[in-house]
């Protein structure tokens, strides 16, 4: 009888050890859990894109608050996710979460002084406080991005199939010493860079003088008599993402379209240049057609100094 009760006794333990070692193995399996009692993976971090707005403004192609020029908004209303909150930016500036990018969205409605077109578009600005301080040529500046045009209307007006936007500058404006001595009511001087997409194509329109002897205080015309513009293909990237590089220093121009070989303008209009400058990044469509509208998205955008 002792020893029946003994084996039935290790039948028992032999079984209850089975059965927790399988218990065991079950729980292993199981998601953990983090601290907010949901599962991990449920809360990863949204990534946005990589643009820091500290020194950005933006223009937007409305006049909302009826003064007649269109809204602007300064880096104190974009840095820190601010204009994923502000309901006036986030019609034509927003996040698209599903590839970290931000969407620049603009159609014709109100242009800026010396302008038809109208635009979703940063503007540079070195001091945040004062858009009259720039930099100069031989200070030098580089900006890079990483973009694509997502859509665009169709042309029905011209050769061309779709309309064309300007997404990438470089603009002139008149010091404040030249204001200063000369007088003038405007600071607005001619963008000596553009990077257009047309019909797919990159395409780079660069300021150069019509005749290379005007000099002096002539120079400040900024008028298409004194002033033209040189345009370049730079290649196709349709409806692709790519990388956009300009680079600015002392009488010369770099442009990069993605790995090709840059294009680089040195010449004496580039010497001759007599304004201050900023980058503009964004989408500056360029018809005022009824029901014509673009959208570029920017993942990455820097600049430096």
């Not at 602007?72 to 970290?100: F, H, K, V």
């Not at 329109?205 to 293909?233: C, P, Y």
Request: proline fraction near 3%; charged fraction near 25%; hydrophobic fraction near 35%.
């Amino acid at each position: 009888m002792k020893l029946k009760y003994v084996l039935v006794s290790l039948v028992f333990i032999i079984l209850l050890f089975g059965c927790s070692e399988t218990d065991a193995d079950v729980s292993d399996d199981v998601v953990d859990l983090d601290d907010d009692g949901g599962s991990e993976g449920d809360d990863d971090p949204i990534t946005y894109a990589d643009i820091d707005f500290s020194n950005w403004k933006v223009t937007l192609p409305v006049d909302e608050n009826n003064n007649g020029s269109p809204d602007e908004y300064q880096p104190s209303d974009l840095i820190n996710g601010a204009y994923r909150t502000n309901a006036a930016i986030s019609l034509y500036m927003y996040d698209d979460i599903t590839d970290a990018s931000i969407e620049f969205y603009t159609f014709p409605e109100i242009a800026t002084t010396n302008s038809s077109y109208s635009r979703t578009e940063l503007r540079e600005l070195i001091n945040p406080s004062n858009s009259r301080e720039n930099w100069t040529l031989a200070e030098g500046g580089q900006m890079t991005g990483r973009l694509k045009l997502i859509d665009i209307s169709e042309d029905s007006e011209s050769s061309s199939q779709y309309h064309k936007t300007i997404v990438m500058q470089i603009h002139g404006i008149i010091s404040i010493e030249d204001m200063e001595i000369h007088g003038f009511s405007s600071n607005n001087g001619p963008p000596l860079i553009k990077i257009y997409w047309k019909d797919g194509y990159i395409w780079s329109h660069k300021k150069s003088l019509i005749d290379e002897s005007t000099s002096g205080d002539d120079l400040l015309e900024t008028s298409s008599a004194t002033w033209e513009d040189i345009k370049d293909n730079m290649g196709y990237v349709g409806f692709e993402e790519f990388e956009f590089r300009i680079t600015a220093s002392d009488a010369k121009l770099e442009l990069q379209l993605n790995d090709n070989e840059p294009l680089v303008y040195q010449d004496i209009s580039l010497d001759k240049w007599p304004y201050e400058n900023y980058f503009k990044a964004g989408n500056y469509l360029g018809s005022t057609a009824e029901g014509a509208f673009s959208k570029v998205k920017y993942y990455e955008l820097e600049v430096t100094h």
